[in-house]
C-alpha cells in the first residue's frame, strides 16, 4: 500500500473523506474486496425482535 502513515491512521479511525482509491488500496493490501449490493428491506419489528 502507498499511503502515508498519517493516511492510514486517519482510515483506521474512521474518519470522514477518505478517498475511494485510500480504500480501495487498503482493501487489496488485506485481499479484501468492496461488494455493493440492495440493502436488505425489514420491518422495524423485525429490528426489535433482535434486541
Known amino acids: 500500500m502507498h499511503a502515508r502513515q498519517a493516511t492510514v491512521s486517519k482510515l483506521e479511525a474512521g474518519e470522514p ?11 487489496a493490501a488485506l485481499d479484501l474486496e468492496l ?3 440492495p440493502r436488505t428491506k ?3 419489528k423485525a429490528i426489535e425482535d433482535l434486541f
Open 42 to 44: 425489514v420491518s422495524a
Open 17 to 27: 473523506a477518505t478517498q475511494l482509491r485510500i480504500l480501495m488500496d487498503a482493501l
Open 35 to 37: 461488494v455493493l449490493r
